[in-house]
Structures are given as C-alpha cells and as structure tokens.
C-alpha cells in the first residue's frame, strides 16, 4: 500500500512564526503536491513538485515555499505565518504520468 | 481560471436509496475525471475515474458518467450504506500527469440508517 505520511496531525503556531509542514512518501513517487482544503472551497494547489529539486507554483503560492532536496520528501514552508493561513493541509504523490494522487491524512494548522 | 463547480454542497438520504453528486468543468483540454473520498479525519481516497474515451465505468455500487459535449460527469452511488457518509470531491485533469487538477468544492453525504 502507498503511503504518505505528514509530520503533524495538528499544530498551533503565532503569527510571523516560521513554520514547516513535513510530507513523505515511500513508494517512490515522481510527482508530490501540497494543497490546502478549505470549506467550500474544495483543494486547492500550492505547489507541486514533478522530480527533486523541481517546483512549480499553483493556483495559491503567495506567502508559501518548498522544499525538495529527496524524492521521497516534499516540504512545505510558510515563511511568515498569517491568520489566513489556518487551514487544513494535505500532502499527496503520483507516479509520473499518471493521474491517481495519494493523500496523506492533513495537518490541522492554525495561527492565532 | 478554470474550475469545476460541483452539486449539492449537501446530500442526505436514507440507507437502500441512491445517491447521485454532479460536476461541470470548464477546461475543454480535460480528459481525466477522478472521484475522491474522503472519510472524517482522513486524507481524500480516489474512489473511480473515467477518462474522456469512455462514456460511463461501473464499480459495484459505484457509477461514473461522462458527457464531455455538456462538460458534465456524475457520481451514482447506489444502495447507500451508513459507511458511505463522507465528503465526495470530483476532480478535472488536462492530462493524467495529475498536474493542475482542479477540484470541486466537495459534497458532504449523510446516509441515514
């Protein structure tokens, strides 16, 4: 089974704090994602990653970056943490060509 | 941009009955239409997919339809069961590189026993 694991299920950071959200996968997977879910809102890309070292944006990059310096890991910073930046997070892979994403279970971040 | 609105935001029925969730695209380069399930604490599990070659797939109780003329696919889920009740995301991909697929806002069913 593929899985996809998220260094936190919950975390509680201040605003203007440095924050890092850890995903890694172990069926070695080209492609990661990292999306942020939202009510009504559906998910929404951050960014996604096709190889090591290669990001690309998505639909909502302002105020985040990341990180992959190992296939298997896929970091997502925020450099500043904001009040609209409390949301749930999720991680997710795919082999290269196809369309099928695995997700790892979120991370519940809030900035208060 | 491109999006993909998704019908009802809400769905409750009772158990036996079916269950059907709609989604329009506006993408016309998309050809890849997966189903995500998302069960209470958990990360979205793809359920079904259709590609734009195929007008309908069926897995047991599970049914997609594709009509790509009206830019339209469906969820059909029948013979509901209490174990259904989630939140169900469609999704609309250009390629099945799953770069820059485009989600739905997600319907939350509630199967009453």
Known sequence: ?112 | GENVEQHPSTLSVQEGDSAVIKCTYSDSASNYFPWYKQELGKGPQLIIDIRSNVGEKKDQRIAVTLNKTAKHFSLHITETQPEDSAVYFCAASPNTGGFKTIFGAGTRLFVKA
């Open chain 1, 1 to 112: 089974d593929v899985k996809v694991t998220q260094s936190s299920r919950y975390l509680v950071k201040r605003t203007g704090e440095k924050v890092f959200l850890e995903c890694v996968q172990d069926m070695d997977h080209e492609n990661m994602f990292w999306y942020r879910q939202d009510p009504g809102l559906g998910l929404r890309l951050i960014y996604f990653s096709y190889d090591v070292k290669m990001k690309e944006k998505g639909d909502i990059p302002e105020g985040y970056s990341v990180s992959r310096e190992k296939k298997e890991r896929f970091s997502l910073i925020l450099e500043s943490a904001s009040t609209n930046q409390t949301s749930m997070y999720l991680c997710a892979s795919s082999l290269r060509g196809r369309g099928e994403q695995y997700f790892g279970p979120g991370t519940r971040l809030t900035v208060t």
